[in-house]
């Protein structure tokens, strides 16, 4: 499963301080101005992290889905060495490599299981269908065949 060997790679990885001059979580103190007002520092946690089991199954079916996987992905390519320090863009070749080959494989496998699900239960339904249509009422499917009875009817 590819959940434990991101688990350890990542634990503690996704952390940033706002600021982003700021080196490491010691230094994320205090406050520093943006647009002339004072900000307070704060040692955050990135919403999808590998931080847990739990939370990387939640990031690895985000990613599955395509729905948001790239600040998943932007916040694993600048992922420190060492937890504890301020993220760097584009310092994690790795990962980018890792999340191309996820989404080939994962993200195209779900979506052939999908198609294949909706032709399957397309094909059902038509083969279901003896009168054109799956959706009529037992009462409007007996009133249809009667009907074609009656026209296949020829007078003596």
Excluded at 27 to 42: F, I, K, L
Excluded at 131 to 145: C, H, I, K, M, P
């Amino acid at each position: 499963m590819p959940v434990f060997g991101w688990l350890q790679l990542f634990h503690g990885k996704f952390y940033s301080c706002n600021d982003t001059s700021v080196p490491d979580k010691a230094s994320c103190v205090g406050t520093y101005q943006v647009a002339g007002v004072d900000t307070p520092r704060q040692w955050t946690n990135q919403p999808y992290n590998f931080d847990n089991i739990g939370m990387a199954l939640v990031s690895l079916f985000v990613t599955a889905t395509l729905n948001g996987y790239t600040d998943i992905m932007a916040a694993a390519m600048a992922a420190p060495e060492d937890p504890g320090l301020q993220p760097q863009p584009m310092s994690n070749w790795a990962s980018f490599f890792y999340f191309v080959a996820f989404v080939l494989v994962v993200a195209y496998t779900l979506l052939n299981l999908y198609i294949g699900v909706v032709f399957y239960q397309f094909s059902r339904i038509r083969l279901q269908s003896q009168t054109g249509s799956a959706f009529l009422t037992d009462d409007q499917t007996e009133w249809v065949e009667l009907s074609r009875l009656v026209f296949r009817l020829k007078p003596p």
